[in-house]
């Protein structure tokens, strides 16, 4: 019940594109969905987070979607670029647990 | 600027020879964590402090100790490394409960 499912595992995506990446979860608990990007070598960064009295927020070109009754939440990333190519983990945590739930993360490879 | 900083960003050593990784925040968070990550893998929490409070994961090996000399300062020390312990360490840091953790760029540990 603790688990994020993340998928897909891997993604491309040609430059201009649209990158989706969903994620699904069982606990009903969890009030914090935070999406994280990650570089090679480096550690993650925080991108954007929802929490789930909101169905969408946007910052910029990324998106998150949430969908409560489902208990999915995705994100979105418009205008793709090359920069973008990297690691995006989703997570989900509740105010009680004081600790994030990862996905498996999705690898994503942003075209020229 | 207020970020978590980890040293060594490098660290290599001899196969059962302690180790160290220090971790310092100047975002005054009062949780921090400890994070090992394997290549294409997520993040996988080895123990947190709320405060003071150690809080260790069932599945963390005894091999992993902590210590949290202060708000600013948490060290990992891998008491006898195995070539299995050759991964990225990551620290990260959150204000409270329930929201986004910080991440520092990590220590890519090797175990020779």
């Known amino acids: 019940q603790q688990q994020v499912k993340q998928s897909p595992q891997s993604l491309i995506v040609q430059k201009g594109g649209i990158s989706i990446i969903n994620c699904a979860y069982e606990?009903?608990?969890?009030?914090?969905f935070p999406w994280y990007q990650q570089f090679p070598g480096k550690g993650p960064a925080l991108l954007i987070a929802i929490r789930p009295d909101v169905s969408e927020k946007k910052e910029g070109r990324f998106t998150i979607s949430f969908n409560k009754s489902a208990k999915q939440f995705s994100l979105h990333i418009m205008d793709s670029q090359p920069g973008d190519s990297a690691t995006y983990f989703c997570a989900a945590s509740n105010q009680g647990a004081q600790k994030l739930v990862f996905g498996q993360g999705t690898r994503l490879t942003i075209n020229p | 600027d207020a970020m978590v900083i980890q040293n060594p960003r490098y660290q290599v050593t001899q196969f059962g020879k302690p180790v160290t990784l220090s971790c310092s925040q100047t975002?005054?968070?009062?949780?921090m964590y400890w994070y090992q990550q394997k290549s294409s893998q997520a993040p996988k929490l080895l123990f947190h402090y709320y405060d003071k409070d150690f809080n260790n994961e069932a599945d963390t090996p005894d091999n992993f100790q902590s210590r949290r000399p202060n708000t600013s300062f948490c060290f990992l020390d891998i008491r006898s490394p195995g070539l299995g312990d050759a991964a990225m360490y990551l620290c990260?840091?959150?204000?409270?409960?329930?929201?986004?953790?910080?991440f520092g760029p990590g220590t890519r540990l090797t175990v020779l």
């Open positions: 606990n009903t608990a969890f009030d914090y």
């Open positions: 975002l005054n968070h009062n949780v």
């Open positions: 990260a840091t959150s204000r409270d409960t329930g929201e986004g953790e910080f």
